[in-house]
C-alpha cells in the first residue's frame, strides 16, 4: 500500500513538474516577442533596475580586440590538420629548445 502511495505522489510531482515547464516555455516564448519601450529619462536608470541600463551599451572582452582595439570579425580558433610525422617534429623540436631539456651528448659525458 505505501508503495502505490509513492507512485502516485512522484506521479503527480511530474505531471506538476512537465506542466510547469511547458508554461515556462510559452510565456518565455511570448516574452520574447514583446517589445520594450527604452526609457531615456535619467529617473529611470537611477532605480533598482540599473542592470537595463548596462544591457544597452556593448562592451566587448578584452581578448576579443586586435592590438589596435578593434573588435575582430575572424573566427579565434583555427585549426589545420597536419600528419602525425609533422606534429611530432614539431613537439619534438619545441622539447629540445626548452630551457631544462639536456641534450643526449651532454649526459653521455
Same mark, same amino acid.
Not at 512537465?18 to 511570448?30: E, G, K, Q
Not at 537595463?52 to 582595439?69: C, I, M, T, W, Y
Given at each position: 500500500?505505501l508503495h502505490l502511495l509513492y507512485i502516485l505522489a512522484?506521479?503527480?510531482?511530474?505531471?506538476?513538474?512537465?506542466?510547469?515547464?511547458?508554461?515556462n516555455l510559452i510565456m518565455f516564448s511570448f516574452d520574447?516577442?514583446?517589445?520594450? @519601450?527604452?526609457?531615456?529619462?535619467?529617473?529611470? +536608470?537611477?532605480?533598482?533596475?540599473?542592470? *537595463?541600463?548596462? =544591457?544597452?551599451?556593448? !562592451?566587448?572582452? @578584452?581578448?576579443?580586440?586586435?592590438?589596435?582595439? +578593434?573588435?575582430?570579425?575572424?573566427?579565434? *580558433?583555427?585549426? =589545420?590538420?597536419?600528419? !602525425?610525422?609533422?606534429?611530432?617534429?614539431?613537439?619534438?623540436?619545441?622539447?629540445?629548445?626548452?630551457?631544462g631539456h639536456k641534450s643526449e651528448n651532454s649526459e653521455?659525458?
Amino acid at each position: 500500500m505505501l508503495h502505490l502511495l509513492y507512485i502516485l505522489a512522484f506521479t503527480i510531482l511530474a505531471f506538476i513538474a512537465v506542466a510547469n515547464l511547458i508554461r515556462n516555455l510559452i510565456m518565455f516564448s511570448f516574452d520574447r516577442e514583446r517589445t520594450y @519601450p527604452a526609457n531615456s529619462s535619467p529617473m529611470a +536608470n537611477s532605480g533598482n533596475f540599473g542592470y *537595463l541600463s548596462s =544591457r544597452k551599451q556593448f !562592451v566587448p572582452h @578584452p581578448e576579443l580586440l586586435d592590438n589596435a582595439g +578593434n573588435l575582430i570579425k575572424e573566427p579565434l *580558433l583555427v585549426m =589545420r590538420s597536419i600528419n !602525425v610525422d609533422d606534429a611530432r617534429q614539431q613537439l619534438d623540436a619545441i622539447y629540445e629548445s626548452s630551457p631544462g631539456h639536456k641534450s643526449e651528448n651532454s649526459e653521455e659525458a
